[in-house]
């Protein structure tokens, strides 16, 4: 079979994939050269009754709880189409900003209902792509025969909706998933006209081994990412210190915009201060970034930088080189710096997972599970409803043991027996009041207060909001 593209866009409950939920799926394959091929899907997905939602996500899409349990399908059911007409051999997934948002929405999805959160995007032909840093780079680089929007304050802006008009592309629901969908085609295509060149070579380049030569290379080469300032177009040009020590297929890479050594000076700890720094904080940022070779970076060698785009971007190669002569001869002292405080961060990380509970369905990362418990797993995957009661998988992970309940209720609540119930309402009650008055609810409800004070609402946020208090109350576990 021939690669095709599909585009998808997701609207959800919230911003964090351990927490939210999917609410809206929507997306179009297309041919190699942006032609639709058959319908669209645009499925809506049922929230269930241990969601809290943010109600700032559902002023921005207007979909509500109720309408996705009204209209929408199960998780289950939703993978089942997933698999048999989305998730084809060959398939190459995208749309704006997929593989920091949308892809790890998917990824948690999957894990909650028993499929492997990873094959979907490289088994069979399949891989992965987006359209943001395409975007970006085109922007900073190529930009030419594009129109490129800015905010009310004249900063460049990427945002999707404003792209779309400011090149006249139609886009009149921004936030819904199908017309995001329309418009990413619309803006790819636009692209390929335009800048054929560049977007093929990113497109070749989404193969993460191609990245990693790269990026090894030992040569600086020009890197585009959200982490860098929007007054140089996101994009600047870095060397690469070493791979990451602490986390495999990533490297640690070096701005060379800034003289490196007096970041050799700093202690450890100093370091972690200056990584964290933000825009706003007074001292010196630690301009070093993690590069992760499977998250299609956007990056190329120095020749794509064109006099044009070294005025444009601020990028003097006079600069750049002898800040890149000066890495190579602190590089090992500072590369062991960063281990050190890599491993500080670290001990902080896991300190502050251990002070909250983690919840099963937010331990995709803990592991990979076996090939015996994949196989278990589509033991779960194919068994009939009724027969879910009685199944005995004997997994070895214990995650995936304790799942099973919580796929139960969540996606067949008929088949739950009364001690199966109260096992969820258990669960339920621990998830939403679990904390008092730090609980779920209890800051769903004072959000949805504080968002009712407003004075700017329309009538159709002023309905959301009263549909969100009927939810919220609706949900609210019974009193013991």
């Keep these: 079979m021939a690669n095709t593209f599909y585009f998808y866009d997701l609207e959800t409950s919230g911003i964090n994939p351990r927490d939210a939920r999917i609410m809206q799926f929507a997306g179009q394959r297309t041919d190699m050269n942006l032609q639709p091929i058959g319908e669209p899907h645009n499925v809506l997905i049922k929230m269930t009754d241990e969601i809290v939602p943010e109600p700032d996500a559902i002023l921005i899409t207007g979909i509500t709880p109720q309408k996705t349990i009204q209209e929408g399908i199960t998780e289950a059911e939703f993978l089942k189409l997933f698999f048999a007409e989305i998730a084809l051999p060959d398939t190459i997934f995208l749309g704006f900003n997929t593989v920091r948002f949308d892809d790890e929405f998917m990824r948690f999805l999957l894990y909650r209902n028993y499929y492997d959160a990873y094959e979907w995007q490289w088994n069979d032909g399949r891989s992965r792509w987006d359209l943001l840093d395409l975007v ?92 860098y300032a929007a007054e140089y177009e996101k994009t600047t040009v870095v060397a690469t210190l070493c791979e990451h020590p ?40 630690l301009p070093v970034k993690t590069l992760k070779y499977n998250r299609c970076p956007a990056v190329a060698q120095l020749n794509v930088l064109d006099s044009a785009s070294q005025e444009r971007l601020a990028l003097d190669p006079a600069v750049f080189q002898a800040n890149f002569k000066k890495l190579q001869k602190i590089q090992t002292a500072l590369c062991k710096k960063l281990t050190q405080s890599l491993e500080i961060m670290d001990k902080k990380q896991q300190a502050r997972l251990l002070e909250d509970e983690l919840e099963v369905d937010a331990r995709l990362y803990e592991d990979f599970f076996s090939s015996q418990d994949k196989i278990n797993m ?16 004997k997994f070895k992970d214990q995650r ?61 946020q002023q309905y959301l909001l009263e549909e969100l208090q009927l939810y919220g109350q609706s949900i609210m576990p019974e009193e013991d």
């Design 246 to 285: 602490r986390q495999s297929g990533s490297a640690l890479v070096f701005d060379l915009r800034y003289d490196p050594t007096p970041f050799l000076e700093l202690e450890p700890a100093e370091l972690v201060t200056a990584w964290r720094m933000r825009k706003d904080d007074t001292g010196p940022r």
């Design 400 to 460: 995936l043991q304790a799942l099973l309940m919580l796929y139960r209720a969540r996606n067949f609540p008929n088949t739950m027996h009364d001690e199966d119930r109260a096992a969820w309402e258990t669960f339920r009650k621990h998830r939403l009041l679990g904390g008092g008055t730090s609980s779920r609810l209890a800051k769903f409800f004072d959000k949805l207060s504080e968002l009712g004070d407003r004075t700017d609402l329309s009538s159709e």
């Design 378 to 393: 589509s033991l779960v995957r194919a068994a009939q409803p009724d027969e879910l009661a009685t199944l005995n998988p």
């Design 136 to 227: 970006r780079m085109t922007r900073a680089l190529r930009p030419t025969g594009i129109r490129w929007p800015v905010d009310k304050k004249g900063a460049p802006t990427n945002r999707l909706e404003m792209l779309a008009a400011i090149n006249n592309i139609d886009h009149q629901n921004a936030h819904d998933a199908l017309s995001d969908v329309w418009a990413c085609i619309d803006i790819a295509r636009l692209i390929k006209s335009k800048q054929p060149k560049l977007f093929d070579y990113l497109l070749a380049l989404r193969d993460k081994n191609k990245i990693q030569q790269l990026i090894q290379s030992g040569q600086p080469f020009v890197y585009t990412s959200g982490k």
